[in-house]
């Protein structure tokens, strides 16, 4: 959560988001249009890009030079890319292509996949375990569970009723978060057991669409955005057991029989009340718009971010003690800060500018000395589908730039 990508009509841009006053961007390509996927590997140079103009074809850039590293192409249109230090993950709508982020190479194909028409997936940033979340049913909120490092099935959790349409990992690989199309309830799970360790209630009055669940880095707290004009943020801790003794107070005396009267109720009912509430919220000024949530320290604090369809970027304080209303600190345009964007008043397709990256990769562009099939090691080849054919560039994936995150160490 320390930088921001987002894709436009003519390109991408990618933002460092270390100040609250200021929004640094840090690069801007428009050498392709309409891109709708833009994912970048922390902070490194490595950057994924899917545009409208080539659905099934993803290019992985090193944006700081101005080179491609490769492209891969697949049967089907691109619905989203995940990627940690090492693997990068493709997913479509009835498949999924796991990839070594090292040479870029297809390590695996996870084929018939129930149909996602959202490209729903999750992967842990944690290079170490490497889980992938995705839907394992499209009627009901079956989770798959898979390790992206064993390249082997790890369990299914069900999770919800309905479908999903939510899923997010905390930091470390150990917590999956996940909710249902109907979005009135959030659940926690251990990972990779599988068992539920939190319930939440974002709300009983109306069914939502959840755009975003977020945890933050040390995993106390989790954010759900959804397209209601309010943000939700859980805090994750077990008041009934981890609590230490509190003195004797009228309210701790009423916690405790309410507690006590929940042991007596049906199953359904006691678990509804004991279904944690919001910590703190947010009120947006807008609703029916998508957009994405954060949580993140920024200047020594913690502050929550949510990032909107339209091109804003709105900025929160958040008290970690008491919740409550998040209170709004500052608000950045996404879209206004260039000129490309000053001349579309009068022009909807202005002449760009020459970016940096296009001048460099214009003077140092060489042909592939390799074009190869990809594979699959489960043999999906003899199945029938239709393998991705890619581009390797010349030599490893080797990002050397200063305070960057290599993928591996060469």
């Excluded at 959804?226 to 005396?253: I, Q």
């Excluded at 509430?277 to 502050?303: D, E, M, V, Y």
Aim: net charge negative; with cysteine.
């Amino acid at each position: 959560c320390s930088s921001l990508a987002i894709g436009t009509t003519t390109g991408y841009r990618l933002f460092s988001l270390s100040s609250v006053e200021q929004l640094d961007q840090v690069h801007e390509s428009n050498e392709v249009p309409d891109v709708y996927i833009v994912e970048r590997l922390f902070s490194s140079s490595l950057v994924v890009v899917v545009s409208h103009a080539k659905p099934q074809q993803m290019n992985v850039y090193h944006f700081k030079k101005g080179t491609e590293i490769c492209n891969y192409s697949y049967s089907s249109n691109i619905l989203s890319i995940r990627l940690n230090r090492q693997r990068l993950v493709v997913c479509l709508e009835e498949s999924i292509y796991i990839h070594n982020i090292k040479d870029m190479k297809l390590l695996k194909t996870i084929l018939d996949t129930p149909p996602n028409t959202t490209g729903l997936c999750a992967l842990s940033i944690n290079h170490a375990n490497s889980y992938l979340a995705y839907p394992g049913s499209a009627t009901s909120g079956e989770i798959a569970l898979y390790d992206g490092n064993t390249l082997k099935t790890v369990c299914t959790i069900p999770a919800h009723d309905g479908p999903l349409a939510a899923l997010a990992f905390n930091s470390t690989g150990s917590k999956l978060a996940s909710a249902s199309e109907k979005g009135t309830v959030i659940r926690v799970f251990s990972i990779p057991g599988g068992q539920k360790l939190y319930e939440f209630r974002r709300g009983m009055k109306r069914y939502v669409n959840i755009s975003s669940l977020v945890f933050s880095m040390d995993s106390q707290f989790l954010c759900a955005s959804s397209n209601t004009e309010t943000v939700h943020v859980f805090k994750l801790e077990h008041l009934t057991d981890s609590r230490p003794e509190e003195p004797p107070t009228w309210s701790g005396y009423m916690g405790k029989m309410f507690q006590a009267a929940t042991n007596y109720l049906p199953a359904q009912v006691s678990g509804m009340m004991n279904q944690d509430r919001a910590f703190a919220t947010i009120r947006l000024n807008i609703s029916g718009q998508r957009n994405i949530c954060a949580l993140s320290t920024i200047q020594k604090l913690p502050r929550l971010l949510v990032t909107t369809s339209d091109g804003h970027l709105y900025i929160y304080n958040l008290d970690p003690q008491d919740g409550g209303e998040c209170v709004l600190i500052k608000k950045h345009s996404l879209l206004g800060s260039g000129k490309v964007e000053e001349n579309q008043e009068n022009d909807l397709r202005p002449p760009l500018p020459q970016s940096y990256a296009a001048t460099v990769a214009r003077q140092s562009s060489v042909p592939s000395t390799s074009t190869m099939p990809g594979y699959s090691e489960d043999g999906g080849a003899l199945r029938g589908e239709l393998i991705p054919e890619h581009e390797f560039a010349t030599g490893p994936v080797c990002l050397d730039d200063e305070n960057e995150f290599p993928p591996v160490s060469i």
